[in-house]
C-alpha cells in the first residue's frame, strides 16, 4: 500500500477517505491537512488517521498527494510544495474544477506527476462518476494509484484529452444538479396536479432511482429504454412531445456548454 496525504480534509476528501478505508487502506498510510481545528478533530475522532495543521507535515513521504482545495488558493498551496521534503516522487491528483495542467507546471515544476480528476458528490456515498487526465510524467504505477483512489467512490474514466476535463466538468461534475433540478421540477408538478407532498416526493426519487439502474445495469441504451416506455398515442408519448416541442435537448446542450466555457472561465481565473 502507498501513502497518501490529503491536502484539504472537505467533504470530497472525507469521501475519499471514508472509501479508501472501506476497501482496507492501512489508516497508518493515510494523512490530511486540514486548518480549522474543528475539522481537525472531526477528522481523527471519524477515521483515526493523522490528522496536521501543517500542509508540508501531512505530505512528507507520500506516494500520492490528493490537493482537495478550493481553486482560489491552489497556487499558494501548490508553490509551498516546493518546500517538501520528500526522498520520493510524489504523483499531485488535483480534484479542483478548472485548474489546467500548465498551471500546475508553474505552481509545482514542469517535471511534476499531475493527474486532473473531476469527481462529483454522489462519491458522499459511494456512487460518484469521476474522470481523469494525466501529463507525460505521471507512470503507469501512478495512474493505477489515482484509478484506485477515485475508484473508492465510484466508476472512474480516463479522457483522451486535457480540454475534454471541461466537458466531463459539465457533465458528470455539474449533473447531480441537473437531475436534482428535474426531480425538483417533477415534485411541484405532482403537486400542482393534487398529489401529496410526500407521495409525490416518494414517487419521483423511486422512478429516478429505478430509470438510472435500468440504465446502468443494463445493455440497452437509453434511447431505446425511453421508446420502449413511450406507447404510441400514450400519455408518456405526449409528455415526451411537449419536452421535445420546448427544446428539452437545445436547453441540455446549451447548459452544457456553458458550464464547460464557465470551466474555462475559473481556469483563466484562478490559474494566474
Not at 504523483?91 to 506527476?113: E, H, M, P, T
Request: proline letters at 4%.
Amino acid at each position: 500500500m502507498k501513502h497518501i496525504a490529503f491536502i484539504g480534509g472537505g467533504n470530497m476528501a472525507r469521501s475519499l477517505i471514508g472509501g479508501l478505508l472501506a476497501t482496507g487502506h492501512d489508516r497508518s498510510l493515510l494523512s490530511v491537512a486540514e486548518p480549522y481545528p474543528a475539522q481537525r478533530e472531526a477528522l481523527q475522532r471519524d477515521f483515526g488517521i493523522r490528522v496536521e495543521a501543517d500542509n508540508l507535515k501531512a505530505a512528507a513521504g507520500a506516494d500520492v498527494i490528493v490537493l482537495a482545495v478550493k481553486p482560489q488558493v491552489m497556487a499558494e498551496v501548490c508553490r509551498a510544495m516546493a518546500d517538501l521534503d520528500s526522498t520520493s516522487a510524489p504523483v499531485f491528483l488535483s480534484i479542483a474544477a478548472g485548474i489546467g495542467l500548465q498551471n500546475f507546471a508553474r505552481w509545482l515544476g514542469k517535471d511534476a506527476a499531475v493527474v486532473r480528476a473531476m469527481p462529483n458528490t454522489p462519491a458522499l456515498i459511494g456512487a460518484g462518476a469521476c474522470g481523469l487526465f494525466a501529463n507525460a510524467a505521471v507512470t503507469q504505477q501512478q495512474r493505477k494509484l489515482a484509478e484506485e483512489i477515485l475508484g473508492a467512490v465510484g466508476d472512474t474514466v480516463w479522457v483522451g484529452d486535457e480540454s475534454q476535463m471541461d466537458v466531463v466538468t459539465a457533465v458528470s461534475g455539474s449533473g447531480p444538479a441537473y437531475f436534482f433540478l428535474l426531480m425538483e421540477a417533477m415534485i411541484d408538478a405532482g403537486i400542482a396536479q393534487g398529489l401529496d407532498p410526500d407521495v409525490a416526493r416518494r414517487l419521483v426519487l423511486q422512478t429516478a432511482l429505478g430509470a438510472a439502474r435500468m440504465a446502468r445495469e443494463g445493455s440497452d441504451a437509453p434511447k431505446l429504454l425511453r421508446e420502449r416506455v413511450t406507447s404510441p398515442n400514450g400519455t408518456t408519448q405526449a409528455a415526451v412531445e411537449t419536452f421535445e416541442r420546448h427544446g428539452l435537448r437545445a436547453i441540455v446542450a446549451q447548459a452544457i456548454a456553458r458550464a464547460g466555457e464557465r470551466g474555462r472561465e475559473l481556469s483563466a481565473e484562478f490559474g494566474g
